[in-house]
């Protein structure tokens, strides 16, 4: 009887092996659940306030984990050198849900969050995380990042 090799006789491991990696050549990204409580950013009567909010992608976290709140606001780039590839910049209202997508840029391995709240609390204005990566090259990375009173708490998700 003849053989079952699949599509010209080649089988259909190839054929699989080349969907693989089809697959892979998607541009990887950064995707942010925000979450924000009702009480985000109060002022000293407890009124609610929209915060902005900066993303980070960086060669490495430790000139983000370092810097000042002041000068991250003032002079983010030049404060974070050589390890910031990219920021962006977005507005969060109290009690917000959304999603957000970046493009993630060749050699960022972290993403560091900050809210420039209108008290700070502690470290809590700021977190970073490790980018996802695969074998042979970077993933699509989802965390969630929730905004509460004068605290963001950043985890990934998957």
Sequence with gaps: MGSNKGICGFGFFPILLFAFFLSGCAT??????????????????GQSYS?????????TAEEFQQADY???LEQGSSVLGTSLLKQ????????????????????AQYHGVVAFFRRVDGEHWRASGKLKNGLLR???THSELKLKNTQIDLARTH
């Design 88 to 107: 962006e910049e977005f507005i969060v209202e109290p009690g917000e849900h959304q999603r957000l997508e970046f493009l993630r840029e060749d050699g």
């Design 70 to 72: 002041q000068l991250l």
């Design 51 to 59: 915060v902005m909010v900066r993303m980070y992608q960086l060669k």
């Design 28 to 45: 990887p990204s950064i995707v942010l659940d925000i979450r924000a409580d009702e009480t985000l950013n109060p002022d000293l009567h």
């Design 138 to 140: 970077p993933m699509t």
